[in-house]
């Protein structure tokens, strides 16, 4: 589908620009700002009546921004608008996919059932889908997913010499090796345990042949930067050259970053969430697949 008018939610700007562009379509202005009580004011100054809209939200930190975005639909529909979407280029929530112990919420499903009743459609990047085999398991919309594999392969291939990719656990093997292979690199997996938010251990399998080669952690996510930061003190303490981390979404809790780079790697995001790491551009890809996206009529 394409999309007639794209709208950013606050600091979703440049994404909404490039996707409009690719589009050939406009963006729209929505004024968003909090009464002195904390409560949220919202007002679109574009016409939304009959339009085809696209708002755009990556949902990191994303407690912050889901009862705004919420309400955004609403009112867009309430405005006349023929269908209204959603780009998130990060999918937040998407961990929480199990009740790993009793009594806990299985938030992906409350999120997906609050954003399924308030959007058309969805297209993200790259969402957690470690226990789910595909978003349609929880979202009642048409979705769409883009795969930042090539790209972050592309970025590989341009920037690092004699890479070996590294995954942090067998379950991104899959994911991994695909990487791997557009990379034209050789790839391992390394095991890993996590005991609480910011207590991972990892350990080394079987590492191969690291002579010569820079090692390049891919994950998707970045987020206590644990599992990255843990990985690169193995490696040094290995002896192996300092290495190189590539995620899809950089969300960086507390000072995550900061510890990569002390700790001596070199940080790679995709532009998911805005942050000084991002090298890898995904909105290209974000509108080729807003476009064979299929939404019924009605
Ligand atoms: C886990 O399943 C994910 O693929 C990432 O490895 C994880 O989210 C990274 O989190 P952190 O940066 O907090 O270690």
């Known amino acids: ?48 009546s009959r339009q085809m809209l696209a708002i755009v939200c990556t949902l990191d930190r994303p407690n ?51 954003l399924s009743n308030s959007f058309d459609w969805l297209v993200t990047v790259d969402p957690h889908l470690h226990r789910y085999g595909s978003l349609g398991e929880i979202y009642r919309i048409p979705t769409s997913v883009v795969h930042a594999a090539s790209l972050m392969a592309g970025w590989i291939r341009s920037n690092v010499a004699d890479a070996l990719i590294i995954g942090p656990d067998s379950e991104s093997e899959q994911w991994v090796s695909t990487v791997a292979k557009d990379a034209g690199a050789p790839y391992t997996v390394l095991e890993k345990i996590r005991r609480g938010d910011r207590d991972v251990e ?65 940080v790679v995001t995709c532009n998911t969430v805005r942050h000084p790491s991002n090298a890898i551009d995904v909105h290209g890809a974000l509108a080729e697949a807003l476009k064979t996206l299929r939404v019924p009529a009605n």
């Open 1 to 48: 589908m394409t999309a007639s008018i794209f709208i950013a939610m606050p600091g979703n700007e440049e994404a909404a620009g490039a996707l409009a562009q690719a589009h050939g379509a406009t963006t729209g202005q929505l004024e968003l700002r909090a009464f002195p009580d904390g409560e949220s004011y919202l007002r679109f100054g574009t016409d939304l």
């Open 64 to 114: 912050d921004k889901i009862l705004s975005l919420l309400f955004a639909a609403a009112t867009a529909r309430e405005l006349g608008a023929a269908k209204v979407g959603l780009v998130a280029p990060y999918l937040a929530y998407m961990r929480q996919d199990r009740r790993f112990k009793p009594g806990e919420a299985v938030t992906s499903r409350e999120v997906a059932q609050l």
């Open 202 to 266: 990892i350990s080394i399998r079987n590492l191969g042949d690291v002579s010569g080669r820079t090692p390049v952690l891919v994950d998707d996510i970045i987020s206590t930067g644990r599992t990255m930061l843990e990985t690169v003190r193995l490696l040094k303490a290995r002896g192996v050259a300092a290495p190189v981390c590539v995620a899809v979404h950089g969300l960086f809790a507390a000072d995550a970053y900061e510890m990569l780079i002390k700790a001596g790697a070199r």
